[in-house]
């Protein structure tokens, strides 16, 4: 079993900044691929960022490409996601999610565990 845990949401104004972590634990970090995904009210749960178990693979969605950047440190069993410019539309819960491999697939089946999820508010 994998326990996540994300902190460093908020409220940010337009063309601000945020930083996200994820902690993970119960399972040797770097077997495992990592994902950021975010569901706004109303919508569909949408992949926002992946990487591969050794952090060399990244795949982000075409609406955060050049604005978010997700990281990792295997040494911290954390993940990151760093983003800049953020825009009203980028409001939504983010979740951090696990999957067993180290392969970094987009699609949010892929994943076996979940965080809870942080609240990012963007402001216009």
């Known amino acids: 079993q994998v326990q996540l845990v994300e902190s460093g949401g908020g409220l940010v104004q337009a063309g601000g900044s945020l930083g996200l972590s994820c902690a993970a634990s119960g399972r040797t970090f770097s077997s495992l691929a990592m994902g950021w995904f975010r569901q706004a009210p109303g919508k569909a749960r949408e992949f926002v960022a992946v990487?591969?178990?050794?952090?060399?693979?990244?795949v982000y969605a075409n609406s955060v490409k050049g604005r978010f950047t997700i990281s990792r440190d295997n040494s911290k069993n954390t993940v990151y996601l760093q983003m800049n410019f953020l825009k009203p539309e980028d409001t939504a819960l983010y979740y951090c999610?696990?999957?067993?491999?180290?392969?970094?697939?987009?699609?949010?089946?892929?994943?076996?565990?979940w965080g809870q999820g942080t609240q990012v508010t963007v402001s216009s």
């Open positions: 990487i591969s178990g050794s952090g060399g693979n990244t």
């Open positions: 999610a696990a999957r067993s491999g180290t392969t970094a697939f987009t699609a949010a089946g892929s994943y076996d565990y």
